[in-house]
Structure formats: structure tokens, C-alpha cells
Nanobody, 124 residues
Framework: QARLVESGVGSVQSGVSLRRSCAAS????????KGWFRRVPGKEREAVAI???????TYEDSVKGRFTISVDNAKNTLDLPMRTLTPEDTGVYYC??????????????????WGRGTPVTVSS
């Protein structure tokens, strides 16, 4: 069964940078729709940065210019360097992937392969 495992350090001060990385087993990231999602306190899970099958990237408005999603083909990881973090970025971050466009179209809600999540805590 495909597995996604997120990694990265959890707690930082506001304004600092963090990096999240997601390693995949059983398949190659480059062939999938994929992305990073987060669940922040009091809000629904949202797509932070996603890549479609043509390589087009979409960012959530609040992270544009601060977060960058990329695939490291050599390591088969999906990476998310995050700059200038704010307390509003606090939450649990998940990576996800799917080969199905219909699943991707609904932000992989109820479908796709998901990691267990990794917490990010940004203090002011």
C-alpha cells in the first residue's frame, strides 16, 4: 500500500522559516497529482499548495510568495519550504497524492493517499 511520510521540525518563532518534506513509497511523485494541505485551529482543512498532472502549481492566497512547493525527483519527495511564518500558519500539515483527476478536483477530500500529518507551531 502506498505510504506518505511527512518530516520536519515543529515549533518556531514568527518570521522564521521551516521546511516540510514528504517521502513516498510504492510510487513516483512526478506521476501524480500532489500537494500540501493544512488544518488550522477552527477552520476546515485547506489546500496550501498543489501541483496538477501538467505541473501547474496553485497556492492558497495567504502563502503566496512565502511558501514554495516542489518535487525532488532524485529523492522522490514533495517539499515545502515555508518562509516568514506567522501564528496564522499554525496547524497540522499533510501531504497527499492521487492519480485521479476527479479526486484532485475536490482537493482529495475523502480520497487519495495521505500522510499522517506533521504539526507546525508558530509563536508570536
Amino acid at each position: 500500500q502506498a505510504r506518505l511520510v511527512e518530516s520536519g521540525v515543529g515549533s518556531v518563532q514568527s518570521g522564521v522559516s521551516l521546511r516540510r518534506s514528504c517521502a513516498a513509497s510504492e510510487y513516483t511523485f512526478s506521476k501524480y497529482f500532489k500537494g500540501w494541505f493544512r488544518r488550522v485551529p477552527g477552520k476546515e482543512r485547506e489546500a496550501v499548495a498543489i501541483i496538477d498532472s501538467d505541473g501547474r502549481i496553485t497556492y492558497e492566497d495567504s502563502v503566496k510568495g512565502r511558501f514554495t512547493i516542489s518535487v525532488d525527483n532524485a529523492k522522490n519527495t514533495l517539499d515545502l519550504p515555508m518562509r516568514t511564518l506567522t501564528p496564522e500558519d499554525t496547524g497540522v500539515y499533510y501531504c497527499a497524492a492521487t492519480r485521479l483527476s476527479a479526486c484532485f478536483a475536490r482537493n482529495m477530500s475523502g480520497c487519495g493517499y495521505w500522510g499522517r500529518g506533521t504539526p507546525v507551531t508558530v509563536s508570536s
